[in-house]
């Protein structure tokens, strides 16, 4: 196989020179998605509070997707070979903290149902599941080429 032809299929999603920041990019947009459907469904087939559960959850889903990140990225992104990363535990568990507020203060003022919240939650799964199965299909794609 040429050198250009591995160069090509590196770039591929899935392959073994890609962006890891790519994989990142997808999940997230997959959580959005993911939210973005069952909301949707949900309007039609469930009570308010269910929908509203559904689109609070996916909300928080993709806040603690982006937030995780960007602390991930504070931690490790510019740190010496070697040094302790600078983020304390406070920061980090804060936002637990500040999702379990949300969600105890919307099932108590009655706007949500707990379980549609938890599950709306749960988009980053689905996200997760579709990551994974794209990466199934590149390997098995790459390994009847060869």
Do not use: K
Request: glycine letters at 8%; charged letters at 20%.
């Amino acid at each position: 196989m040429s050198e250009s032809a591995d160069s090509a299929r590196s770039r591929e999603p899935g392959g073994a020179g890609e962006d890891p920041r790519a994989a990142e990019r997808r999940i997230f947009r997959d959580t959005c998605v993911a939210a973005a459907i069952a909301v949707a469904v949900s309007a039609f087939v469930a009570p308010w509070r269910v929908t509203a559960g559904l689109l609070l959850g996916g909300a928080l889903a993709v806040f603690n997707h982006y937030w995780l990140r960007a602390s991930v990225a504070s931690m490790f992104g510019d740190a010496r070979e070697g040094a302790r990363p600078r983020l304390g535990a406070a920061r980090y568990v804060l936002r637990y903290f500040i999702i379990a507020a949300v969600v105890f203060a919307a099932v108590r003022l009655g706007l949500v149902t707990l379980v549609a919240t938890l599950a709306g939650m749960c988009a980053v799964v689905a996200a997760l599941l579709a990551e994974g199965l794209r990466q199934l299909y590149f390997a098995i794609v790459r390994r009847e080429g060869t």
